[in-house]
DNA sequence: TTGAAAGCGTTACCAA
DNA sequence: TTGGTAACGCTTTCAA
């Protein structure tokens, strides 16, 4: 069913039936409710590739992600998150292109997205140090939003997990509770989450006046065996740790499992925290302290980051706007001060 | 630029730009050539929205993803599948839209997507036994893919890994290597591939004349805290399982986790074979066997179904096409029989 | 409150 | 081998 048929079905012309379709106000009460009944009854919908063309929207946002770890093409976390923006865009009418992106592509694949028009903007995951998309995109003109910050620049909407206080509040608290030596185990510090969970995790350090010590520090993809080869060696050193910080569950899983095979017990002779999307992956809170991202932070922002976007693309003059999560600290119980 | 305008610095017709651009045989190789480069040149790109009103096709295939998951809304595989299906409709010229679909929302989004010829094709994920989309989308007459099987169902295009035999293979394994009480730690079985591996795990059974044991099946969400509980359980029964058959790798961490808090060796004690997309996640090959779908696998399935259903939408009138992945049992080192 | 007609930027048919 | 022109199915301007 076209427009052309149906408003001949009517009598009314195209103009009319699309304007009553549309909600514009000059249409009577009464056509437009003859006009929707109609449109129901004949499952009428408008072609959505004839709409773009005649209002020059793409009605589409572009999620490119780029390829960084070894293991997952898509981390989960970026996959709640786009799932997230992906409902949020259903509300207004606008479909999500994903595209994956190997490294050497990505400027082509923006600057193609834009000059065909099959987007109206973009969201850029995995921002890293001085990321040359920011200017790319500002230069190309095609409106974005960032997933994550980039420290040093500015003048860019972004929607972030406060990373770095996060990480500062989590080294805080270990230390008040009497830690001095503090693992942490990172993701790789080229994407700026990373750098900014160890930028705050020396500031907690700093502000106690405590040195850094780089063999507690370590910073790979966010894997299992990557926690408990970490871990272990780190507890195989003359002065262990007695804290872990840890930027994913599955780390985590790994440093539990290297803990737990030395015979010590989280949450007496080890603390760990976690931050995270899904605190119930990790269950036993209860036991050890966990400082969490929560799944529901990061949907809410995928739908931030989409909502902004689209208003964005709507409002191009408005100045860049960004938002940071707020994340949350949870005490699964009290934990002392560790001391084995 | 447009069209129009890159025509008119030629001074060639659009119709023969165009022509020359898209790679028509009726265009001299010299003015292929002064066209091409003048495209190149002035960075001219075709308005995608134009493209797909006038050729009637949307260059654009949808994945509707279930909201099925307590906890993920994109699991893992499904995003590297995804990912792999995304990087070969670029190399066609298609885009991939992500739709995340609440079950209620699911038939209207399917219509929806149809009627306003957004895209030219979709893939379907999770399907469940007796799935209704099946019977829908033909109605529709919308050209799709499942990513998956519907066992019963017939005559329709499919790209699965084989899962059932799989876990046949798996359980033979342990029970030739002399394992008489076999656990299934399986996931929700209304989705398929869970059924098709109860289903495989069931048949080797039969074929051993071995009774089954409801208490040791279970079914679940595949997260950390579900393998180890449940594993945890069985292990207390007073004639527990020997072997564990795990449907996903961070179940079988908490398996490890409940196995190791006993202080049973895996390998020795207790063997683990695990149908899951990453190996390398699970460190400890070479002390217990593990059948698994490699993440590559996972990926080659996501290629396969996306030209399977570009080839469709080419060739309409095709029968229906089906691929089952094949799996690769992976034994980490010689195991034998449990005998604790 | 309604309608006629001109776009939107391509592709594709029919002539030349 | 090239070009004129009619689609494609909507939205939107202008007129009634």
């Known amino acids: 069913m076209k427009l052309k048929q149906l408003s001949e079905n009517l009598g009314l012309s195209q103009t009319t039936v699309s304007r009553a379709l549309n909600g514009y106000p000059e249409v009577s009460e009464s056509t437009r409710r003859r006009v929707q009944r109609a449109a129901a009854a004949g499952n009428y919908r408008p072609d959505l590739r004839a709409t773009r063309l005649a209002t020059g929207k793409a009605y589409a946002i572009g999620h490119v ?3 960084v770890n070894k293991n997952d093409v898509i981390n989960p976390i970026f996959a709640e998150f786009i799932a997230a923006a992906s409902l949020t865009y259903a509300n207004y009418g606008y479909e999500l292109m994903l595209r994956i992106a190997r490294t050497e592509d990505e400027e082509s694949i923006y600057r193609k997205l834009a000059s065909s028009r ?3 903007g973009v969201v850029v995951h995995s921002p890293l140090l001085n990321d040359p998309r920011l200017p790319l995109l500002k230069s190309i003109g095609l409106p974005f939003v960032i997933h994550g910050r980039v420290p040093g620049a500015e003048d860019y909407s972004w929607v972030c997990m406060d990373n770095q206080n996060a990480f500062k509040q989590a080294t805080k608290l270990l230390i008040d509770l009497g830690h001095r030596r503090i693992a942490l185990l990172n993701g790789q510090e080229a994407m700026t989450f990373a750098w900014l969970r160890r930028a705050g995790y020396e500031e907690a350090h700093g502000d106690n006046r405590l040195d850094l010590d780089e063999s507690l520090i370590t910073s790979d993809d966010l894997t299992e065996p990557y926690g408990y080869q970490a871990a272990k060696e780190m507890l195989a050193l003359s002065d262990p740790p007695t804290a872990f910080l840890v930027s994913s569950y599955v780390v985590a899983l790994g440093v539990r499992r290297a803990v737990e095979r030395l015979g010590l017990t989280i949450g007496k002779d080890v603390s760990i925290i976690i931050h995270d999307d899904e605190l119930s992956y ?3 809170s209860g036991v050890t302290p966990q400082f969490t991202a ?5 949907r809410n922002a995928g739908v931030k980051a ?3 976007l689209i208003e964005k693309i709507r409002n191009p003059d ?3 706007e960004s938002h940071m999560m707020e994340t ?12 084995r």
Do not use: E, H, K, Y
């Open 282 to 284: 990790f269950d036993n």
């Open 118 to 120: 099959s987007v109206d």
């Open 65 to 67: 992600v780029p390829m």
């Open 318 to 320: 408005n100045p860049p």
């Open 328 to 339: 949350q600290l949870v005490i699964g119980s009290s934990t002392g001060p560790c001391c």
């Open 294 to 298: 929560t799944r529901s932070s990061v």
């Open 306 to 308: 989409a909502t902004m």
